[in-house]
């Protein structure tokens, strides 16, 4: 257990963590085994993060349950077993409880505590914070696993305080099941959580409305139970895994296709399609190199999903309006299980309210500019502020007490060093935070990756005496304009998504991810430690040095 000071009621640490999901719980682990006096705050009542308040009928990850995991340690590897090619949040939930008495973490992780606040005191070189229940923590270093995905986002529709039915959000579930039988339902949202939880809500709700903007492409998961020698080959190449997935481009063992999609026959990419569709998961998107890139190869397999969709909903009518017009996998790609299949049952309606917004939420139900629709509950998947929306939910202040709200302009100016820290805010860091590859993949790996460079790092400045490290502003504007060069060659930033902010109403807009791929960041990463930290400015008690 950290071993913890107090002077005046404040309790002096190596370093905070916020949050104890896959970040917050492997950082954690890191430090103690370096010897860093750590303690993870976490507003939940247990470990999970995101597995923990994602307990929607349906959640699941598209992530494959195999590589879905920690890959530090091989005895973890061995002593967990995954039952089904995609893991259910329960058995999620169970594999970082595992994890959590394992490494016995419980210890040194405050629970149902959130931090309000944190800030740079200059002078003393400490973040000084504090959190919701007035502890007061001093602590050399302030390190973020919020997730990019985390603060949930419940438009701003009129009249839901009036409203007489029940409502949830998918992302803040409640424990206990919660019981749609021979209810009127609506479901707001088809983004990942909504297609999930559809299926399943429509199984037990007397009628499902699904109020849609827009249409959404889906790929079905062909999810099944694991056969015992499928997990026992895993377990037998662990170091065979955990080297592919680290140096690949989205953490899983699949690379990109070599060929265009222009360079096949129409022939040709049609079967390739069709074998990718057969083995479901995240085989399409990875068929050719170009997909996500060049719009005419994107229109091939935007093509190719548009007519599957037809062949699968039975009435014509229904169908169109779930056909979408974007670019396949410039919106997050998306597995599901009879997704578009649900729509063929008789207590399915699909209602279209980018034709018809909704225009409030009434004492009843919802009210379109076309129509009322009475309902007993309501669903709200609506998403998430994604990549700062977490950050900013606390009072962050760095030099001069600058907030990183303000630094950033409020999302539309996001600058960071690698996406681990930025100018202004030394010796803090973001674990997957915005302009670093993130949610592009297959999160756990760049978790992973993230939380063992900041533990060398902090290592390493430990044993040169070194007090602070902060990135340098003129390094991190070439990254940020790097990041941004590299996106504005793909289809990421020609729709709109909650990865650029475009699904929060009034939020700036920005693509703030690392495009370039998991694998190559790592080398980045690596190569500006090996250069002793270049880009950043790292300084002793009596000097500093800067290296760029
Ligand atoms: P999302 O992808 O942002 O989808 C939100 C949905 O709500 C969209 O259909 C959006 O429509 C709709 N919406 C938002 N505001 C609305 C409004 N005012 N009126 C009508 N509709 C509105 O959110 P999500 O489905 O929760 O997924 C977020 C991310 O979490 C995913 O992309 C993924 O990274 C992660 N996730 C992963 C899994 C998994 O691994 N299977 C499961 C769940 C979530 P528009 O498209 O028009 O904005």
Redesign the pocket.
């Known amino acids: 257990m950290t071993s913890t000071t107090r002077k005046n009621d404040v309790t002096e640490l190596d370093a905070v963590v916020v949050g104890a999901g896959f970040s917050g719980l492997y950082m954690l682990h890191q430090l103690r085994q370096v010897g860093f006096s750590t303690i993870v705050y976490e507003a939940a009542a247990d470990v999970g993060g995101v597995w923990y308040w994602?307990r929607y009928p349906g959640?699941?990850?598209?992530s494959e349950s195999i590589y879905y995991n920690y890959t530090f340690s091989e005895d973890l590897y061995n002593e967990w077993t995954w039952t089904s090619r995609f893991p259910g949040q329960p058995e999620i939930l169970r594999y970082l409880n595992f994890v959590a008495d394992k490494f016995e973490l419980r210890k040194d992780i405050e629970f149902r505590t959130r931090i309000h606040s944190a800030q740079y005191d200059e002078a003393a070189n400490k973040w000084i914070i504090h959190t919701n229940d007035n502890q007061v923590i001093s602590a050399k270093y302030f390190i973020t696993g919020v997730g990019c995905?985390s603060t949930a986002?419940i438009?701003n529709f009129k009249g839901l305080e009036n409203y007489d039915g029940e409502w949830y959000h998918?992302?803040h579930w409640p424990h206990e099941k919660v019981n749609f039988h021979g209810k009127r339902v609506g479901v707001?949202?088809?983004?990942?959580?909504?297609v999930?939880t559809i299926p399943e809500i429509a199984k037990e709700a007397a009628h499902l409305t699904v109020?849609q903007?827009?249409p959404q492409y889906s790929v079905p998961a062909k999810n099944h139970p694991y056969k015992a020698e499928t997990v026992q080959q895993a377990k037998e190449n662990f170091h065979e895994i955990k080297r592919k997935i680290r140096s690949s481009m989205g953490g899983l063992p699949i690379q990109p296709g070599e060929l265009s999609a222009l360079e096949d026959t129409p022939e040709a990419r049609h079967k390739k399609y069709e074998d990718a569709w057969e083995k479901g998961g995240a085989y399409l998107l990875f068929s050719y190199n170009d997909l996500l890139a060049d719009e005419e190869a994107n229109e091939t397999v935007s093509q190719f999903i548009r007519e599957k969709i037809q062949e699968t909903v039975k009435d014509s009518e229904i169908a169109r309006k779930l056909t979408p017009s974007y670019y396949y996998g410039a919106?997050?790609a998306i597995?599901d299980t009879d997704y578009f299949e649900t729509y063929n049952r008789k207590n399915v309606s699909l209602v279209d309210?980018k034709q018809a917004p909704?225009e409030e939420i009434t004492k009843t139900g919802i009210r379109t500019t076309n129509e009322a629709y009475d309902l007993d509950a309501i669903v709200f998947?609506?998403?998430?502020d994604g990549m700062t929306g977490s950050l900013f939910n606390m009072d962050i202040r760095g030099k001069d007490g600058i907030s990183l709200k303000d630094k950033w302009e409020n999302g539309s100016d996001v600058h960071t060093y690698l996406g681990i820290s930025t100018a202004g805010f030394p010796n803090m860091f973001m674990i997957t935070g915005p302009e670093s590859p993130s949610?592009l993949g297959n999160v756990p790996v760049a978790v992973e990756q993230h939380v063992e460079w900041i533990a060398d790092c902090m290592e390493y400045l430990r044993k040169h005496d070194i007090e602070t490290i902060e990135a340098n502003s003129e390094d991190e504007i070439a990254w940020s304009k790097h990041c941004r060069k590299l996106a504005d060659k793909t289809l990421y930033t020609k729709v709109?998504s909650?990865y650029n902010g475009?699904?929060i109403a009034d939020k700036a807009r920005g693509f703030q991810i690392y495009v370039g791929g998991y694998g190559p960041y790592r080398d980045i990463c690596d190569e500006v430690a090996k250069k002793e930290y270049a880009g950043f400015s790292l300084a002793s008690s009596s000097k500093s040095l800067e290296w760029s």
Not at 188 to 194: A, F, K, L, Q, R
């Open positions: 994602n959640a699941r990850c598209d995905i986002n438009p998918t992302g707001i949202g088809t983004g990942s959580s909504g999930q109020f903007r827009t919106k997050r597995l309210v909704i998947a609506t998403g998430y949610v709109e909650w475009a699904n």
